[in-house]
């Protein structure tokens, strides 16, 4: 376990010699190295390191040099440097923390399985948008309706509840099907082509379903999220009500 004094930043020896001389008062290198059981030349380098802490000084008495400790009150001073010192730490964390959560976002693609898994990329929808907040659709089939069918009305409560609109578009396949609240929707032209999964963006996710094969997966990544919604702006503008 650390000496009381190592947590002031002091070392081992830095730690010994300093106690060493508080018991000592004026005392020799060769005293200081008989007390504390340290090698002369360890000595020499842990009062050199004290001189600069402002802990010991030195006086010259018949032409030999002897060292005294200063007053544990400078040890005060030391612990209120330490503690400035660990409120600027204190500051910089939540920015630290800023920089890491920026970071980690980058990296993270999330798989899921079966339909509890899909329900979890739903339930992450509600996790990432604030109320007013958005979900945009593409690739939509109304096949949700039937692998999900006893989720569906809960999803769409809480959506409602939370004041967020979804905005969808779907396949020419879809049409006829009912339209949910809060929904605003279109249709892809035929010429587009059909592809088995649909995406959804919203906030700074992506998630690609495939309810074929009951398979999800989340991306978050704001540069994804945000290329994705550059292509969604662009079907959407090329799609029929």
Same mark, same amino acid.
Request: aromatic share 12%; hydrophobic share 35%.
């Given at each position: 376990?650390?000496?009381?004094?190592?947590?002031?930043?002091?070392s081992?020896?830095?730690?010994?010699v300093?106690?060493?001389?508080?018991?000592?008062?004026?005392?020799?290198?060769?005293?200081?190295?008989?007390?504390?059981?340290?090698?002369?030349?360890?000595?020499?380098?842990?009062?050199?390191?004290?001189e600069?802490?402002g802990?010991?000084?030195?006086?010259?008495?018949?032409e030999?040099?002897?060292?005294?400790a200063?007053?544990?009150?400078?040890?005060?001073?030391?612990?209120?440097?330490?503690?400035e010192?660990?409120?600027?730490?204190?500051?910089?964390?939540?920015?630290?923390?800023e920089?890491?959560?920026?970071k980690?976002?980058?990296?993270?693609?999330?798989?899921?399985?079966?339909?509890?898994?899909?329900?979890?990329?739903?339930?992450?929808?509600?996790?990432?948008l604030k109320?007013?907040?958005?979900?945009?659709?593409? !690739?939509? @089939?109304?096949?949700?309706?039937?692998?999900? #069918? =006893?989720?569906? /009305?809960? $999803?769409?409560?809480?959506? %409602?509840?939370?004041?967020?609109?979804?905005?969808?578009?779907?396949?020419?396949?879809?049409? !006829?099907? @009912?339209?949910?609240?809060?929904?605003?929707? #279109? =249709?892809?032209? /035929?010429? $587009?082509?059909?592809?088995? %999964?649909?995406t959804?963006?919203?906030?700074?996710?992506?998630?690609?379903l495939s309810?074929?094969?009951?398979l999800?997966?989340?991306?978050?990544?704001?540069?994804?999220s945000?290329s994705?919604?550059?292509?969604?702006?662009?079907?959407?503008?090329e799609?029929?009500?």
């Amino acid at each position: 376990m650390p000496d009381e004094l190592e947590l002031l930043g002091l070392s081992v020896n830095e730690s010994k010699v300093y106690r060493a001389l508080v018991k000592l008062g004026s005392a020799s290198v060769s005293e200081v190295a008989a007390k504390t059981k340290v090698h002369r030349v360890n000595v020499y380098d842990a009062l050199r390191r004290l001189e600069e802490k402002g802990l010991v000084s030195s006086v010259i008495k018949a032409e030999k040099n002897y060292f005294e400790a200063a007053s544990p009150e400078q040890l005060k001073l030391i612990l209120k440097n330490k503690e400035e010192e660990l409120d600027q730490v204190k500051k910089e964390i939540p920015f630290l923390l800023e920089e890491y959560k920026l970071k980690k976002v980058k990296q993270e693609v999330h798989h899921y399985k079966g339909k509890r898994g899909l329900i979890t990329i739903y339930e992450n929808m509600f996790r990432t948008l604030k109320p007013g907040g958005t979900i945009y659709s593409i !690739g939509t @089939t109304g096949v949700m309706r039937d692998i999900l #069918k =006893f989720y569906i /009305a809960d $999803f769409n409560r809480k959506r %409602v509840k939370n004041k967020i609109h979804l905005k969808s578009l779907y396949y020419q396949r879809a049409k !006829g099907k @009912t339209v949910f609240p809060k929904q605003e929707r #279109k =249709f892809i032209p /035929a010429g $587009f082509g059909f592809l088995p %999964v649909t995406t959804y963006i919203y906030g700074d996710r992506v998630a690609i379903l495939s309810f074929d094969e009951l398979l999800g997966i989340e991306i978050i990544s704001k540069g994804i999220s945000k290329s994705y919604m550059q292509y969604f702006n662009w079907l959407w503008n090329e799609s029929e009500s």
